[in-house]
């Protein structure tokens, strides 16, 4: 099994063991199964991982008890590194993590009171084990990274890399292209907007008069799939968590028996009901809705994006002209309507898109196009839900291929990094291992570690 999914098993599944295992070990002697260093991982640890990760489906590609306590070694050998070089993460970190990461398992098991059920503790417990496991975690990631930051990839090492492995081992590099937006939004009548707004003041005064909770009328009539079936339970969030005029009003409030005044945001409408606030965040219901765009407003957009289609393909305008004119997708109005492909490694994103990567209306209407085509206008579907037309140009499409320095670079580039900072931070482990006192029990140090040589400097 991978060492990164044993550590996110380490990590995970830790704070799940159930009560009854709890009171069983307490009947027992335990056992310290390893010594690193001047530290012991005991029996009832190793024992823990294993049954927690049965509990939720996780199988080990290999013996449990072999790469569960090697795992936890490897992880205090950084613990110990840390230490050494005064190396933390403060409180604040660890708590939003934690807050973060309970919002999302009370979610899976449908409300507090059945993640309390399902594993045996209180929600206090649960949320002080997942604290002790993400300051490990969190620990380790910060020590690995001054690893990793000393690893310098140069052009020659790219280079070096694609002329060292076998042709056939070359990374294949799918269909991409770069894609060029217009979009026109379809105007919402006012009388739609009003009704919307009348139907949330209504919701409003019927809780403040008591007549009806919030989380009732919430699964009744909220369109947020996500947090209507919990009564607009939102959990707890981060002002970063939240769209900025959601989270102005979120945070302002105060009296959990109150109700926001009406919140426009890029998804609808909603009116907001505060549960708590825990440090700097906050747990609120909402209730959203979202106008109805009449099929009318669609096809004038459809009809302008047409003619403007028109003057493109009769060189009356370029694209660029038109984008600046019209376009009202902010992110690539200034880019001369070119699509970023955005990701939580490249936030900056590049221009390149593998057609599963794009919005599938877009993926659907450019799968036919030929470079420097123009669409006919469509209607799609954006992330928030609403509605938008558009025109896309094909502005250029790279066929499936085997990576090339010439037109691949930064893909090379980024995974010869990988590669080197792996090797780095095995490297380390190593080293690490060779200098470190270790001592494995009699049947605990016959299995196939990855990491060879316990216990023999």
């Not at 009388?191 to 009744?220: C, H, M, N, W």
């Not at 009356?316 to 690539?332: C, P, R």
């Not at 900072?421 to 049947?443: D, F, L, M």
Request: charged content about 25%.
């Amino acid at each position: 099994m991978n060492i990164n999914r044993i550590n996110r098993i380490c990590l995970l599944f830790v704070w799940f063991a159930s009560a009854v295992a709890a009171q069983a070990q307490n009947n027992v002697i335990d056992e310290i199964v390893w010594v690193v260093g001047d530290e012991a991982i005991y029996k009832s640890q190793v024992e823990e991982v294993r049954r927690d990760a049965q509990l939720e489906g996780i199988r080990f590609d290999g013996d449990p008890y072999s790469i569960i306590p090697e795992q936890l070694a490897v992880n205090k050998l950084f613990m110990n590194q840390a230490q050494l070089d005064s190396i933390f993460v403060t409180d604040a970190e660890v708590s939003q993590q934690v807050n973060y990461s309970y919002n999302n398992m009370v979610e899976r098991r449908g409300s507090e009171e059945k993640l309390e059920e399902y594993s045996g503790m209180t929600a206090a417990q649960i949320k002080e084990r997942m604290f002790e496991q993400y300051y490990q975690e969190m620990t380790v990631d910060k020590v690995k990274k001054q690893i990793m930051s000393r690893v310098k990839v140069t052009p020659a090492d790219v280079r070096r890399y694609l002329k060292d492995i076998p042709e056939d081992e070359i990374p294949y590099i799918p269909t991409q292209v770069e894609v060029q937006i217009i979009t026109m939004n379809p105007v919402v009548p006012q009388e739609e907007i009003d009704a919307i707004k009348a139907e949330l003041r209504g919701y409003a005064e019927r809780v403040q008069s008591g007549s009806v909770p919030f989380s009732t009328l919430a699964i009744l009539y909220s369109e947020d799939p996500g947090s209507a079936i919990n009564g607009g339970d939102c959990g707890f969030k981060g002002k970063g968590e939240l769209v900025p005029e959601f989270a102005a009003v979120a945070f302002n409030l105060t009296d959990p028996s109150k109700v926001s005044k009406i919140v426009e945001t890029e998804y609808g409408f909603h009116i907001i009901q505060l549960i708590e606030r825990m440090g700097d965040r906050v747990r609120v219901r909402h209730i959203l809705r979202k106008p109805e765009v009449p099929m009318e407003s669609v096809n004038e957009r459809l009809a302008k994006l047409d003619s403007i289609a028109a003057d493109i393909r009769s060189g009356k305008n370029s694209f660029e002209e038109q984008v600046l004119a019209f376009s009202q997708d902010k992110e690539t109005k200034n880019n001369k309507g070119l699509m970023a492909n955005r990701t939580s490694s490249n936030p900056v994103g590049m221009s390149k898109f593998q057609l599963q990567e794009l919005n599938p209306d877009i993926a659907k209407v450019v799968n036919n196009m030929h470079v420097g085509e123009i669409s006919d206008p469509f209607a799609m579907q954006l992330q928030n839900g609403k509605i938008t037309c558009a025109i896309v140009k094909l502005k250029s499409k790279t066929t499936g291929h085997r990576a090339t320095m010439a037109d691949d670079f930064e893909i090379l580039y980024e995974m010869v990094s990988n590669i080197k900072q792996n090797e780095a931070i095995e490297k380390w482990v190593r080293e690490k291992q060779r200098t470190t006192y270790v001592r494995i029990s009699p049947g605990w140090d016959k299995g196939d570690f990855v990491y060879p040589g316990w216990g023999t400097r």
